[in-house]
């Protein structure tokens, strides 16, 4: 399948008219029962309380709702980050952490000295103070939603540091992780009412969906199924 934009909402627009185009009409039942799912919080175990606001504000931002579906703090990315934290991966197990620790080109990979988990903290530390600094005493999470677009773009396109991080790495740490808990399977936080690969027209962990493979623009007549059985 051709994807016309790398923006989401061309992405998904993009599938009118396919054959995973059949799962949407039912987006705003799922934007409603995550909404109540919200109100039973989940109670971050690594972030501190100005910590999970950032994360939650920051990725709504990269991943809004739109007329396809809800944000990534809906969709649950936040707290599959909180809980990536305390695991082999947060804690830089999976990574060689050894120096010496120099810049080098992207294809080198990661290049810092920091585990995932002391980079949020540092990064949402600093990010928070030079907020601060240019916005009266604000932090990130209350900020209009225009000025954090604007913010993230600021890291995105690397032109300050945020404390020993740099901020294009941090930002993108987050977007990698934010569209992780989007698209995860729910076992892990993410991807709240299975809504995500719902949007995608994604069959999840079913054991057996060879008979639509390269059927052109046949629908698949069944939702998506979790790892533990949970169906959309």
Not at 57 to 64: H, L, Q
Not at 72 to 92: K, N, S, V, W
Not at 118 to 132: F, G, K, M, P, T
């Amino acid at each position: 399948m051709k994807i016309p934009s790398s923006t989401r909402r061309n992405f998904t627009a993009g599938l009118l008219g396919s054959a995973s185009f059949w799962m949407y009409g039912g987006h705003k039942v799922w934007a409603d029962a995550l909404q109540s799912e919200s109100a039973q919080s989940y109670n971050p175990k690594y972030f501190n309380h100005e910590e999970w606001l950032f994360l939650n504000a920051a990725c709504a931002r990269i991943f809004p709702a739109d007329a396809h579906g809800p944000d990534a703090a809906l969709l649950g990315a936040p707290e599959f980050i909180d809980r990536q934290m305390d695991t082999p991966y947060g804690h830089g197990e999976l990574w060689y952490m050894s120096g010496p620790f120099k810049e080098g080109a992207p294809n080198l990979g990661y290049q810092l000295s920091l585990p995932p988990r002391d980079l949020y903290r540092q990064a949402i530390a600093a990010a928070n103070a030079y907020v601060r600094d240019h916005h009266q005493g604000q932090t990130f999470a209350q900020l209009a939603i225009p000025e954090q677009i604007a913010l993230l773009k600021v890291f995105e396109q690397g032109k300050m540091a945020l404390g020993a991080v740099p901020a294009h790495t941090f930002f993108e740490q987050l977007r990698q992780n934010t569209l992780e808990g989007v698209f995860s399977d729910p076992l892990y936080g993410g991807n709240k009412g299975l809504a995500g690969w719902t949007l995608l027209g994604f069959p999840g962990a079913r054991a057996d969906f060879m008979d639509w493979v390269n059927q052109k623009g046949a629908p698949y007549p069944f939702g998506p199924v979790s790892i533990s059985g949970e169906t959309a």
